[in-house]
């Protein structure tokens, strides 16, 4: 049994043709994902950027706090007895204090504080700069203005 095809019909079904390329909405949306998703990209870059600045300065100002106590260590017990009896406290910065200018321009003030110390507790206070043993010094050196700082104990 055939079918007679009308006036009006073709032989064959249309088919509905296939779009070739991307719709004005379709590139809208991407291009909206793309701009919300490229601000917080570029944000976190950034900061990974300004920490690694920001460490690589206090890399360098430790290397400056390090190699300061290190000279201090070099210098003669009885030197560093006399600018403690001179400093009066724990708290006082030293004569032996100076200021360093680093490779970016910044001039930092390195504070030597010295006192002599009570290793063993002696006098039961707990008070390591009060009742002190002879021959032994605390030193500090800190970076003013920061919360950098490095000591030890020195002995005679």
Not at 22 to 33: D, G, H, I, N, P
Not at 104 to 111: I, K, T, Y
Not at 112 to 135: I, K, M
Request: glycine share 8%.
């Amino acid at each position: 049994m055939s079918r007679a095809v009308g006036a009006g019909q073709s032989k064959r079904m249309r088919t509905p043709r296939r779009q070739a390329g991307l719709t004005y909405m379709e590139v809208l949306l991407a291009t909206v994902l793309i701009a919300l998703l490229l601000v917080p990209g570029l944000q976190a870059l950034h900061s990974g950027l300004q920490s690694t600045v920001e460490q690589s300065g206090l890399e360098e100002e430790q290397a400056l706090l390090q190699g300061r106590l290190a000279d201090l260590l070099a210098v003669p017990f009885a030197t560093l007895d006399a600018a403690a009896q001179a400093a009066g406290a724990p708290t006082t910065a030293s004569s032996l204090s100076d200021t360093v200018t680093l490779s970016d321009g910044r001039s930092l003030s390195r504070q030597v504080f010295l006192s002599r110390y009570d290793g063993d507790n002696a006098d039961a206070d707990d008070d390591p700069y009060t009742g002190t043993d002879a021959g032994l010094l605390w030193l500090r050196v800190a970076i003013a203005g920061t919360t950098l700082a490095v000591e030890t104990l020195t002995a005679q």
